[in-house]
Structure formats: structure tokens, C-alpha cells
């Protein structure tokens, strides 16, 4: 049986962009590592990623919750370097 670690660690996204995802739209964990895996097969799927996490950055830093928004930084800075937006 797969632990929720080793769907994750599966995943091309790491531990912190799969909750940023999770918060997002408000689904379990392990459903964001599903999503995630999916929407990384197109360009229209990584741009929804990036959308995703920007948002949620967005609405931290207009809360002023400076914890979460490091967080939500730091996740979008990781999936900019590693799933850049596709040219178009």
C-alpha cells in the first residue's frame, strides 16, 4: 500500500506546492497530488498551477498573514524553477 508520502515524493511537485494546491480548492491532500499530476501534462494545466498558488499568496498577503504568504513565496519561487510557465 502507498503512503501519502510516497504519492507525493511520486508527484513532480513537491510537499509544500501539493497543499498550496489542497488550500486552493479546498480538496484532501492526496486529491491535490492526483490534480497536480494531471494538470502538469499541459501547458494550460501548469499555467492553472501557477494561477492556483499565486492566488493563494494573494489572499494571504491581503489577509496579512506573513507566515502563510512566506509559504505560498517560497512554493511559487519552487514551481517557477521547476515548471516555468509555458511560452507562448
Known amino acids: 500500500m502507498l503512503s501519502l508520502k510516497d ?10 506546492e501539493i497543499e498550496a494546491i489542497a488550500e486552493h480548492e479546498h ?9 497536480s499530476n494531471e494538470l ?13 498558488v499565486l492566488d493563494n499568496l494573494s489572499e494571504a498577503m491581503a489577509r ?3 507566515e502563510k ?3 505560498f513565496r517560497l512554493a ?4 517557477q524553477a ?4 509555458p511560452s507562448q
Open 27 to 35: 480538496i484532501p491532500v492526496i486529491l491535490a497530488v492526483e490534480l
Open 7 to 16: 504519492c507525493i515524493d511520486f508527484c513532480d511537485l513537491d510537499g509544500m
Open 64 to 66: 496579512g498573514d506573513q
Open 69 to 71: 504568504a512566506l509559504r
Open 82 to 85: 521547476t515548471h516555468p510557465l
Open 40 to 52: 502538469l501534462k499541459t501547458p494550460e494545466g501548469v499555467c492553472c498551477l501557477h494561477n492556483m
Open 76 to 79: 511559487y519561487q519552487h514551481l
